[in-house]
Structure formats: C-alpha cells, structure tokens
C-alpha cells in the first residue's frame, strides 16, 4: 500500500515521503540521513546543534597524499606488501564484530598471497592520512595485455565512433567494474562483503568465477572513508560528508574515487550504504540529472537493480522473523524524494565518466548513532551480520549482471562517448526508448540543449583575476574535462577574445561532466515538491571566472591542448603592490603577508597595498597563490591586521576559512561554558552551534566583554542573526525562507568594501533576508529583484510566504559599526557552503576583516 503518481503504477513507501521520514520505524528498521522535508534535517558541515571541531592539523591535510603506485599499463597481479597499522582498540568497527581498520591490511596481504587474482593499489590518504586501498580482481595480465587494455579504454573514451566497430574490444576488452565501500564511515558493512568478495573470488575454481574474472576488472574500494570508519562517524576527520563532494572534489578521498573513475572508466559500479529498511536499490526518482543519456543509463540500472534485488529478497530474511521488509527500488515504487539530480553523489558522478549502471544500495538494518550507543552488542552484531549478507547479495547479483550483459554494457558506454564526441542530441525515456521499464511518463523526461561551447577569459571582461580562470581550468582538467587554448585572438558568439583564453568545445566524450559542471543549471521547483539535497552549484556562477556560453556555430579558432592552466602569478618589477581581495587565494596570500609581519594598507578599492620591501614574499606567495601583485597607484590608507577568528561554524566553512588562510580558533556553546580565551581573537563568526541563551553566566559575561573591547562579529542565517539580536549588535528582523530552498540566486551588490566588484550571483540553502533595518545599518547585497534564483529548488510555503517572490529586492548582507572601529555583518546567504562557492569566499573573507576594524 502507498501513494501513487496519478496514471502510474508505483506505490511509495512511507519512509521516502517528506513529513514521514521522521516517522517512528518498526524494531530493526531504519533510515537514511533524512531528505530535507517540511523541517529540512541538515547533515554535519551545514546549520545544526553542533559547531565543527575539525582540527587545524586535518584541515591542513585537506590537499591529501597521492602515493605512487603502478602505472595504468603494469601488468597483473600488482602485488604490494602494505604496511600494518597499529591496533586501535577504539576502533568503532569492533563493537559491530566487522573488520577494525588496522585489520584491513593485513588482510589484504593475506589474500594476495592466495593466488595470481588479486592486486592492492594506495589510491591515497584520507583527510586523516590513513591509506585507501583500492583491490583489483582479475586473472593475470601480463604487461603487454595490460598495455593494450589501456590502449582499448582510450578508444572507447576518445574515439568511440571506431570503437563500436572494433573487434578486438568486442572480444577481449574487460569490462571495469567498481564497488565502493564505506563512503559514510558509520555505514560499516559493504567493506566485510566487499573482504568476503575478494577472497571467494581469489580461490574459486569454478567456471563462471574464471570466465568472469578473464572477461572483467572487479575494482573495490574497501574503504573510502577510513576516518569515518574508525570513529564511528559519517563524515571525514575534516568533517565532510564525501558522498557530497564530488562536484568541488575538496577532499582527498573524493579525489582519490576521482582519479579512480577517470583511470579504470567503470561500466558498471554499485556504492554500498545504510540504512534503509528495506533495502533501497537505485534507479531513483525524479529529477533525473539532465546531462546524462539516460535512456541508456534507466536501461541498465534497472535491470540490474532487478537482479539485486531478487537476490536481497532470495536470503531468505523476513519481517516477521528478522525485521527486513522486502526491498525497494525508488524509481518503481516511489513518487519523489530520492532524486539523482545533482553530481555530488558517487553513483551519479560515474555516468560522466562512463558508467552505464551505477547504484546507491542501503542497507536495512539500522546499527549506527542511537542504535549503536544503545543496543546490546548481540543485537548489533545480528543485524551487521545481515546487512554483510545484503551488501553481498548486491555484489554477487551485478556481477552476474555484468558476466550476463557485458556486449551491451560496453556497447551502450561506447554509445555515451560516441553521441557526446559527435555533438548528438540525447534520446528521451520512453516506453518506446527504454522498453522493459514500467511506468515511464514525462515526469521522467529530463534533457538539455548543450551550448556548442564555453569561452573562460584568461582575465575576464569584468576584471576578476586570472587566478579564478585558472582555478577553474584546472579543476575541469582534474574532472578529465578537455580544455583548449587560443593561441590567437579571436571572435566568437558576437564576442570578442584575447589570444590565451579557454574553450570548452562540447563535441567532447565527457560534454556531460563539462556542462553539468559549468551551465547555469534550471530552475526546477515546480518539478517536484522536495529534493533530496542541493539542486544547483554552478561553477560558471559561482567559481569567480568569467564562463561565456557559445550556442552554436563553427569553432574556427587556433587552439592547443592544455594539460593545465597557465600560471597567472606576476609580481610588478618596482615599487609598492597592489594585491586586489577579489579571490580566496588572494584573502590566503594577504593572510600569509599578515602573518609574517608585513605593512599592508588598505587601498581605496578594498584590495591592499603591499610595500615594495615586501617583493620578495610577493613573489614567494604569487607562485604558491598564483596571484598577481601589480604595481600599485596608491600608498593606501588604514593598516590591515591579521585577524583571528572565534569560529562557531560547519565543518565546510571552517575547511573554507583555512583555505583563505585565516587563523581560526573553533568554539561552540560547550567550548565557552568551560572557558575562553577571547584575548586570542579579534572577531567572532557564528553560524552553527552557539546559543547566548545557553551561555551560563561567566561565558555570557565574558563575550559581552569581547563586544564591549571592540570584538566584530560575522553571522550567517538564523543562527548568526539569532546571536546578533540577543546581544544587541545589529537592528534588523531576519526573516527566514523555506527552509528547503538552495541554489545559485542573483544578488545587486552594493560600492562597500565587502561586496564591491563582487560575483552578481550567490548560493543560498535556508535563505534569509533582512526587513525592518534600524540607523546605521547599512545594505551590502540585495537579493535581486523579479524570480532571483537562477537555478536550484526554491517554492513558497503552503501558506504562500518564503519563496523568492518575497526575497526578491531584500536586503541580503546587511552590516552596523560596532565600538573601536569594528562592525558586525549578518549574511543571509551561504558563500561558504561546503567550501564549494570559491568566487563568493571573499565576501566573508573581506567582512571578517572589516569586522575587525581592518
């Protein structure tokens, strides 16, 4: 029994609809992290009860470790002796009687000493700097065979349209298969089946295990989130949940499952999850992501999730005696709810890169968080033991799967190329398109006209630095996007173009992963009445470069190759410096300055002057920042001082303070309860986890000392306009949208030295506005007027109030003077967010310094 999309036949369970998420679950079922309902349920790094309490030393890490390993074309086995880690006894796992992290190693040694199918790779370190092992099975590849399987994976990518006629892939390429693990370290269970896999795999005798394991390559990362996996968290040791990251790749566990799609080009892959009762297998619901061709995509994602869920039910489990309800498949039986719209999601960032199946599975049995802290160890132990015996059903059935269905898993990847590289359109869902999938009807139809192009500037019209460019470049190169170079000056789309600048031609494999990352996206809250999580992130609109879309035409323009960006670091060769505020690195490259003792004065523009007996540092920072410190016009007025923040933050926004190289010391509610120090910072930024009506006295009275002595203040959304209304900083009335909405929003920015040159677009998640301002409060930004969001999900409420109608001409940065020159900002925006919206950074990198009395 459930609701049903009117002239269809998908019945949708309870759990996945808005309000019931939080619905009281049956004795050994569970949830998912809640999709965002009514009363959106925010995970670790956005607004909660909890500040972030990442270390300084984690987010350091942040850029990883990328340890050598073997090159694409050594042969198999790639037998490697991995060192043992020590025993950790606190180790999360144990209690589950699952596999403890220092336990993997040796394990894995053991299992590539049972024969010649296994192969152990470090595909780097996690935030935490534990090693990701990334295992291969398959039968022996000498490295002549390992060559020219390298050579057909190129061919099907680069030149798909020979490779569906090339024989020799037909009959001897091996199908790449991926299985992730553990992405969420307190979903223990796919690294047990993932461990049982290898080694049934290593010993079988049997002919179908031979046939498969001579006709593929079975990739399994065993545990991408070790930190996690070890705590006993969902997120990294940095505090971010990877299964969010994939689109801004900050962490280096995401880059690691990066590297390994752009490497092995995976046909199939299934991500393994908890906890869902029963067991969710993807294809989802609507929105479907529209840059996919997803006719061949619903195709094998469905027959597969079939597979997988005939052999999840075949266990044997029932509610009645084991509390596991049958399984489910979202995009059958539900309406909405468990979407595959954005890219920031294991299984829908490996179509991009070939995947022609890829599934979410979860897990039914519920042994994480409350359960963890309060069931007995036996109780816990039966249901890890049945989610292992889930998480291997699933695996086993799309091997099968792939064993079954390898021509037309290739043949359909090859297609994907192919349609992309020849600029094709895509091909609707259809009965007739996808037939053997029931239910399809236009909810179901997602596509898009891809521009013929995109022209990035070297330096932009608007004089943003070509360190955002560059940025950019790099960041699409790293996602195997190709990327071109004028070496000419040229004219294009009505425009014209200096020689150096970028194009992003779509007639490309990976046009998908191109657009998806840079078009301004769509507007899609009146497709359905709740996503899942964000629905929109450009990076055109909100990485700070210049991105101009060129829809059709002929791209008769002289242009090289670009492995990576050109460096846009440069250092005037006399006299004082001009070193602008416009980008994070340059926030990171003043803070480096700031840090070692430099005069730097503010120029009139809001950027700094640098003094010419500081050139040396210039230079170092220009090439570590690539920045530009040009020659500067004016001696500048008023001294910058290195700031130091008390930061109530997510965990993303702290990872982003770092980036800009701020000194940031983190406190919550608890930290000042026990006592602070607030002689170590200048300015306090809040935006989760501190509540002044939770102060006791000695905590209150101290902050209200730090105010008094001239301590600025930066806040963000209801919790940072909660805190500047109780302590009296700043008259205004914050009043809150649908606490579902985000998206890329424009914005009219203001002359102030926070917002003056600014993006005209922002990102919002539970936006704010601000009404009601008192004397002296002064407007920085503006929602714009008419519909601001550019694209994502934003609707009024039932009652009609919250949507972007009403923000539409709000003020949404707002800014009063406080005592001893400092100032306190509230923001209603969200330029942090997940430390994804880099062109936005310096907003609250300039308000941090402003609130400071910089």
Same mark, same amino acid.
């Given at each position: 029994?459930?609701?049903?999309? @009117?002239?269809?036949?998908?019945?949708?369970?309870?759990?996945?609809?808005?309000?019931?998420?939080? !619905?009281?679950?049956?004795?050994?079922?569970?949830?998912?992290?809640?999709?965002?309902?009514?009363?959106?349920?925010?995970?670790?790094?956005?607004?909660?009860?909890?500040?972030?309490?990442?270390?300084?030393?984690?987010?350091?890490?942040?850029?990883?470790? #990328?340890?050598?390993?073997?090159?694409?074309?050594?042969?198999?086995?790639?037998?490697?002796?991995?060192?043992?880690?020590?025993?950790?006894?606190?180790?999360?796992?144990?209690?589950?009687?699952?596999?403890?992290?220092?336990?993997?190693?040796?394990?894995?040694?053991?299992?590539?000493?049972?024969?010649?199918?296994?192969?152990?790779?470090?595909?780097?370190?996690?935030?935490?700097?534990?090693?990701?092992?990334?295992?291969?099975?398959?039968?022996?590849?000498?490295?002549?065979?390992?060559?020219?399987?390298?050579?057909?994976?190129?061919?099907?990518?680069?030149?798909?349209?020979?490779?569906?006629?090339?024989?020799?892939?037909?009959?001897?390429?091996?199908?790449?298969?991926?299985?992730?693990?553990?992405?969420?370290?307190?979903?223990?269970?796919?690294?047990?089946?993932?461990?049982?896999?290898?080694?049934?795999?290593?010993?079988?005798?049997?002919?179908?295990?031979?046939?498969?394991?001579?006709?593929?390559?079975?990739?399994?990362?065993?545990?991408?989130?070790?930190?996690? #996996?070890?705590?006993?968290?969902?997120?990294?040791?940095?505090?971010?949940?990877?299964?969010?990251?994939?689109? !801004?790749?900050?962490?280096?566990?995401?880059?690691?499952?990066?590297?390994?799609?752009?490497?092995?080009?995976?046909?199939?892959?299934?991500?393994?999850?908890?906890?869902?009762?029963?067991?969710?297998?993807?294809?989802?619901?609507?929105?479907?992501?529209?840059?996919?061709?997803?006719?061949?995509?619903?195709?094998?994602?469905?027959?597969?999730?079939?597979?997988?869920?005939?052999?999840?039910?075949?266990?044997?489990?029932?509610?009645?005696?084991?509390?596991?309800?049958?399984?489910?498949?979202?995009?059958?039986?539900?309406?909405?709810?468990? +979407?595959?719209?954005?890219?920031?999601?294991?299984?829908?960032?490996? @179509?991009?890169?070939?995947?022609?199946?890829?599934?979410?599975?979860?897990? @039914?049995?519920?042994?994480?968080?409350?359960?963890? +802290?309060?069931?007995?160890?036996?109780?816990?132990?039966?249901?890890?033991?049945?989610?292992?015996?889930?998480?291997?059903?699933?695996? +086993?059935?799309?091997?099968?799967?792939?064993?079954?269905?390898?021509?037309?898993?290739?043949?359909?990847?090859?297609?994907?190329?192919?349609?992309?590289?020849?600029?094709?359109?895509?091909?609707?869902?259809?009965?007739?398109?996808?037939?053997?999938?029931?239910?399809?009807?236009?909810?179901?139809?997602?596509?898009?006209?891809?521009?013929?192009?995109?022209?990035?500037?070297?330096?932009?019209?608007?004089?943003?630095?070509?360190?955002? &460019?560059?940025?950019?470049?790099?960041?699409?190169?790293?996602? %195997?996007?190709?990327?071109?170079?004028?070496?000419?000056?040229?004219?294009?789309?009505?425009?014209?173009?200096?020689?150096?600048?970028?194009?992003?031609?779509?007639?490309?494999?990976?046009?998908?992963?191109?657009?998806?990352?840079?078009?301004?996206?769509?507007?899609?809250?009146?497709?359905?009445?709740?996503?899942? %999580?964000?629905?929109?992130?450009?990076?055109?609109?909100?990485?700070?470069?210049?991105?101009?879309?060129?829809?059709?035409?002929?791209?008769?323009?002289?242009?090289?190759?670009?492995?990576?960006?050109?460096?846009?670091?440069?250092?005037?060769?006399?006299?004082?410096?001009?070193?602008?505020?416009?980008?994070?690195?340059?926030?990171?490259?003043?803070? &480096?300055?700031?840090?070692?003792?430099?005069?730097?004065?503010?120029?009139?523009?809001?950027?700094?002057?640098?003094?010419?007996?500081?050139?040396?540092?210039?230079?170092?920072?220009?090439?570590?920042?690539?920045?530009?410190?040009?020659?500067?016009?004016?001696?500048?007025?008023?001294?910058?001082?290195?700031?130091?923040?008390?930061?109530?933050?997510?965990?993303?926004?702290?990872?982003?303070?770092?980036?800009?190289?701020? %000194?940031?010391?983190?406190?919550?509610?608890?930290?000042?309860?026990?006592?602070? %120090?607030?002689?170590?910072? +200048?300015?306090?930024?809040?935006?989760?986890?501190?509540?002044?009506?939770?102060?006791?006295?000695?905590?209150?009275?101290?902050?209200?000392?730090?105010?008094?002595?001239?301590?600025?203040?930066?806040?963000?959304?209801?919790? $940072?306009?909660?805190?500047?209304?109780?302590?009296?900083?700043?008259?205004?009335?914050?009043?809150?949208?649908?606490?579902?909405?985000?998206?890329?929003?424009?914005?009219?920015? !203001?002359?102030?030295?926070?917002?003056?040159?600014?993006?005209?677009?922002?990102?919002?998640?539970?936006?704010?506005?601000?009404?009601?301002?008192?004397? $002296?409060?002064?407007?920085?930004?503006?929602?714009?007027?008419?519909?601001?969001?550019?694209?994502?999900?934003?609707?009024?409420?039932?009652?009609?109030?919250?949507?972007?109608?009403?923000?539409?001409?709000?003020?949404?940065?707002?800014?009063?003077?406080?005592?001893?020159?400092?100032?306190?900002?509230?923001?209603?925006?969200?330029?942090?967010?997940?430390?994804?919206?880099?062109?936005?950074?310096?907003?609250?990198? #300039?308000?941090?310094?402003?609130?400071?009395?910089?």
């Amino acid at each position: 029994m459930g609701i049903h999309r @009117p002239g269809l036949h998908r019945p949708v369970p309870v759990l996945l609809i808005g309000a019931a998420l939080t !619905t009281a679950l049956l004795p050994g079922s569970a949830q998912a992290e809640p999709r965002p309902g009514p009363s959106p349920v925010r995970g670790a790094e956005e607004r909660g009860d909890k500040a972030a309490k990442s270390s300084a030393a984690s987010a350091e890490r942040a850029l990883g470790e #990328r340890i050598p390993g073997f090159s694409r074309t050594a042969g198999y086995p790639r037998e490697r002796e991995l060192p043992e880690v020590p025993e950790n006894p606190a180790d999360k796992s144990i209690k589950l009687g699952l596999t403890p992290y220092h336990g993997i190693a040796p394990k894995l040694n053991a299992l590539q000493k049972l024969g010649d199918r296994v192969s152990v790779e470090i595909a780097g370190r996690s935030a935490g700097g534990h090693q990701l092992y990334l295992v291969t099975v398959t039968s022996p590849e000498s490295s002549r065979e390992a060559r020219a399987q390298e050579r057909m994976r190129e061919r099907i990518e680069n030149a798909p349209a020979s490779a569906a006629r090339d024989k020799e892939i037909k009959a001897e390429y091996k199908t790449p298969v991926f299985i992730n693990n553990n992405i969420h370290g307190n979903e223990w269970e796919g690294t047990d089946a993932a461990l049982k896999l290898i080694e049934r795999l290593a010993t079988a005798k049997d002919a179908k295990t031979e046939d498969l394991l001579d006709r593929s390559r079975i990739y399994l990362n065993v545990t991408a989130n070790p930190d996690g #996996r070890i705590a006993g968290t969902r997120a990294n040791a940095n505090g971010f949940d990877l299964n969010r990251d994939f689109v !801004t790749a900050s962490q280096p566990e995401t880059r690691a499952m990066r590297q390994i799609a752009v490497d092995k080009q995976p046909a199939v892959m299934i991500d393994l999850h908890g906890y869902v009762n029963g067991t969710l297998i993807e294809p989802t619901t609507p929105p479907h992501g529209e840059n996919y061709e997803y006719d061949l995509f619903l195709k094998n994602t469905y027959a597969n999730a079939l597979g997988m869920e005939a052999a999840v039910n075949g266990l044997g489990y029932t509610e009645a005696k084991d509390g596991v309800k049958p399984a489910q498949i979202p995009f059958r039986d539900s309406e909405e709810g468990w +979407d595959d719209w954005p890219p920031i999601f294991t299984p829908q960032y490996m @179509p991009f890169h070939g995947a022609t199946a890829a599934h979410t599975i979860e897990f @039914p049995m519920q042994v994480n968080n409350r359960a963890y +802290d309060t069931l007995p160890v036996a109780e816990l132990r039966r249901r890890s033991a049945i989610n292992t015996d889930i998480a291997g059903a699933a695996m +086993d059935a799309t091997l099968s799967f792939v064993q079954e269905r390898r021509a037309g898993l290739l043949a359909d990847q090859i297609e994907t190329f192919r349609r992309a590289d020849a600029g094709e359109a895509q091909v609707p869902v259809s009965p007739e398109t996808v037939p053997g999938v029931p239910g399809i009807g236009p909810e179901d139809v997602y596509t898009t006209d891809f521009p013929r192009a995109y022209v990035i500037p070297a330096a932009g019209r608007d004089q943003r630095s070509a360190t955002a &460019a560059a940025r950019l470049v790099d960041h699409l190169i790293a996602h %195997d996007v190709r990327v071109e170079r004028a070496v000419r000056d040229f004219r294009l789309g009505g425009r014209s173009y200096e020689r150096g600048s970028y194009l992003v031609d779509l007639e490309q494999p990976k046009r998908g992963m191109a657009n998806v990352l840079l078009a301004d996206g769509r507007d899609i809250s009146d497709k359905v009445s709740v996503m899942y %999580d964000i629905s929109g992130w450009s990076l055109g609109r909100l990485w700070g470069a210049t991105v101009d879309e060129v829809k059709d035409g002929r791209l008769d323009v002289p242009r090289t190759p670009v492995r990576s960006a050109a460096a846009a670091g440069y250092v005037a060769p006399r006299g004082d410096l001009r070193l602008g505020l416009d980008d994070p690195q340059e926030i990171a490259a003043l803070n &480096a300055l700031l840090a070692d003792g430099v005069a730097v004065r503010r120029a009139a523009d809001g950027g700094a002057i640098v003094p010419a007996s500081a050139r040396r540092a210039a230079l170092q920072l220009s090439r570590t920042y690539d920045v530009a410190f040009t020659a500067a016009k004016e001696r500048g007025s008023g001294a910058l001082q290195r700031t130091r923040v008390a930061a109530a933050v997510t965990s993303g926004e702290l990872f982003a303070l770092r980036e800009m190289n701020f %000194d940031v010391l983190p406190v919550s509610t608890a930290t000042l309860n026990a006592g602070f %120090d607030w002689s170590e910072a +200048d300015v306090l930024m809040v935006s989760a986890g501190l509540d002044l009506g939770e102060l006791n006295a000695p905590a209150r009275g101290a902050l209200d000392a730090f105010l008094a002595d001239g301590g600025g203040v930066v806040g963000l959304g209801g919790t $940072g306009a909660a805190l500047t209304a109780d302590a009296g900083l700043l008259t205004a009335k914050a009043v809150a949208g649908n606490g579902d909405a985000n998206g890329v929003v424009r914005v009219a920015n !203001t002359a102030g030295p926070v917002t003056a040159g600014a993006p005209d677009t922002t990102f919002v998640y539970s936006p704010v506005w601000f009404t009601d301002l008192g004397p $002296g409060v002064r407007v920085e930004q503006s929602y714009a007027t008419g519909n601001p969001l550019v694209s994502g999900h934003w609707r009024a409420l039932e009652d009609g109030t919250g949507g972007p109608a009403d923000a539409a001409g709000k003020a949404s940065v707002v800014s009063a003077p406080g005592v001893e020159g400092s100032r306190t900002y509230l923001f209603g925006t969200e330029p942090l967010f997940r430390a994804h919206p880099k062109g936005v950074f310096p907003q609250i990198g #300039r308000a941090l310094l402003g609130a400071a009395g910089s």
